[in-house]
């Protein structure tokens, strides 16, 4: 029978109530299922949206607004973002992106990453299962390159971490691990080598790592974008004679602006010959090896050192999720593990387990970046994610053809991958110096399909970066057709 005490009770726990867990989850069940709806049904017709489109300045207002004190119901707040959001994203989802290396995520890796963010799992260290899934991706990881058993990895935001954290393993490798308490000194004057194709982010991680990005040097590409082996090896030997610590090797397994594949093969050979680590940033097209069509051009890579790539590119993982595999995790340890008090560990319990990520790489508080990386694996298969990269590949070969057959445009770079470089050309043949930068921008707004703009060799270059599973012929042909028409108007600068 209720009391009035029951009826205190109750009244002080709605006081003292700090839970924001809802009063009514009927009602949120019904409005969790809407937004799920909403997202599938935007998914499922994706090809007849626009690619991208501009925000009108009505909606970017309602993100300068002050700092919410009082509560809002969550069915107003998700009409915000269906309205003011989800039309105005960037585009990597749809099968017209053509513009950045960014894959395009998948129905299922969205719904993994619900299932992570209702678990809301800490993967820094302990004793639960989100810790043996990414042991489990790590597992397969190395059976993808393989690599030893003794190698270790660990989930990061990207490559453009997991370059840098290479960078710092290479250096303790060379100068021990004591160098983390004392730091580089005058005598180091460590030297490290990578092509003048290879991506921003590594002379970034230089920088980051105090060792500086002129200590990185830019070697030569030859006519395939790769990097020249023998100027490299000439690098190297001068480095040595001026009393330099040559450390490491960075080869690229897919560069950025037109997806050449390094000789790795040859870069081993030179890192065994001058004690060296080689390291590969595989952001782009590591994950090509689980092509049958497409392994033999990565010839080499289950012989590098570490490796860098990211599962949310041609692995098709929601972003962030990118990796670094290392042929000894005991490097890893090395480099960052620690002795903290509060990271104490236990023969059983919670605090127990043996294999704390927080041993292996810079993060504590880590999110299950392999939750959504398991599922696209578990639920596709290794087979249908290099069928879908064979097909990329497939459709840049196509696209490059029809470029040689179009007088108005010329191909800028070989095509080894599934990236395009091509220019719109005058009559003579030359390339104006703004058309192609006018008609990139046209592209964009016109919102059918979106490429991006690079440089090569001086010269302004469209770039058809074909990563989306979603992408099909007609895509491709729509980008040349959109191409010649925009670059055939009279209103476009013709210097």
Known sequence: MFSLQDAGRAAIDRQERTSLDPDDWQALRRQGHQMLDDMFD??????????WQHAPSSARALFDAPLPIEASDLAEVHAIFREKVLPYGSGNIHPGFMGWVQGGGTVTGML?????????ANLGGRDHMPIEVERQIIRWTREIFSFPETAGGIFLTGASQANFVAVQIARCRKLG??????????????????SNEVHGCVPRAFEMSGIGSDQLRRIAVNNLGQIDIDALEQAILRDRREGLVPFLIIGSAGTVNTGAVDDLAALRHIADSYDLHFHVDGALGALGVLSPDLAHLFAGIDSCDSL??????WGQVPYDAGFLLVRDSEWQRQTFASDAAYLS??????????WWPCDYGPDLSRGFRALKTWF??????????????????RLARRLAERIDREPQLKLLAPVALNIVCF??????GAIPASINSHIVERLHAEGRVAPSLTHLNGQPAIRAAIVNHRTRQADVDQL?????????RQDLPQC
């Open 42 to 51: 935007h998914l499922q017709t994706l090809g007849t949206k626009p690619v």
């Open 112 to 120: 993994a990453e619900m299932l992570a963010g209702g678990l809301n």
């Open 177 to 194: 691990r004591d160098v983390r308490a004392t730091g580089l000194s005058d005598e180091s004057r460590l030297v490290a080598y990578a």
């Open 308 to 313: 860098a790539f990211d599962f949310h590119k």
């Open 345 to 354: 560990r236990a023969a059983s319990g919670l605090a127990g387990g043996d």
């Open 376 to 393: 696209t694996l578990k639920t596709y298969g290794v087979k249908a994610l290099g069928d879908a990269m064979s097909a990329n590949c």
């Open 423 to 428: 220019a719109y050309v005058g009559a003579d």
């Open 480 to 488: 040349v057709h959109s191409v010649l028409t925009i670059g055939s």
